[in-house]
């Protein structure tokens, strides 16, 4: 069974300009999940998707963060525009219907100069 | 809002040793998750526990949740270079929609 992938692993960027992740997660998963985790951090939650629905987008910095996952398949994570403290690694995670186990990407890193 | 505290904060074992990493929540724990991640990469599920005194184990790898529900702890028995990387503990209110709040992790290295 192919796991959660994600894309690109790596992205240098300079602050103020815009950035985009992808996730395809786990065939028949509903329930998608972006995480930020900085350097020395726990991963945090951004934002939970329940099939193309938005469940918790509580901590997404809404001003310069947006996600979405139109075919309730597929999400992508926007950044615009990015800010130093943005230089993170974004994890992407999926399970069944919650509270199942979540099964976690291998990540993009992230470095804005 | 829930706060998950682990110690310590890094470990330097020699092969073949045993060690135990903690996982302390300030409220009652209704899903408690460790995760393994190697630097910068995802993170690899290891064992989920719900039940007060529950214990799981997986070839060396034995995680405990106490009768309260407010901490649990990870021991690897004979430990190997393969162990090392960063034990992270997770755990899901019982509110929540299943998303889980991590503690900061604990950092292992094996030395051979």
């Known amino acids: 069974e192919a796991g959660v992938a994600q894309s690109p692993r790596y992205k240098i960027i300079e602050k103020r300009q815009s950035v985009a992740f992808w996730c395809n997660p786990i065939s028949g998963h509903a329930t998608l999940y972006w995480y930020q985790q900085i350097l020395g951090q726990g991963p945090k939650l951004l934002i939970q998707?329940?099939?193309?629905?938005?469940?918790?987008d509580s901590q997404l910095p809404k001003d310069r963060f947006s996600a979405e996952r139109l075919k309730g398949v597929d999400s992508t994570l926007k950044i615009q525009p990015a800010k130093l403290e943005d230089s993170a690694v974004y994890l992407c995670?999926?399970?069944?219907?919650?509270?199942?186990?979540?099964?976690f990407g291998p990540g993009t890193r992230l470095t804005v100069l | 809002s829930q706060e998950l505290e682990q110690s310590p904060q890094s470990l330097i074992v020699q092969e073949g040793k045993n060690l135990t990493i903690n996982c302390t929540s300030s409220k009652t724990l209704y899903g408690l998750y460790w995760y393994k991640q190697k630097y910068g990469e995802g993170l690899i599920f290891l064992m989920m526990l719900q039940k007060g005194g529950e214990e799981k184990s997986h070839e060396k790898i034995t995680a405990k949740l106490d009768e309260k529900k407010q901490q649990s702890s990870l021991h690897i028995t004979a430990s190997q270079p393969s162990h090392a990387g960063i034990y992270l503990c997770?755990?899901?209110?019982?509110?929540?929609?299943?998303?889980?709040?991590f503690g900061k992790g604990t950092k292992l290295s094996v030395k051979p």
């Open positions: 995670a999926s399970s069944l219907v919650p509270p199942n186990t979540q099964y």
């Open positions: 998707f329940q099939n193309n629905g938005v469940v918790d």
């Open positions: 997770g755990a899901s209110d019982r509110g929540s929609q299943g998303n889980l709040i």
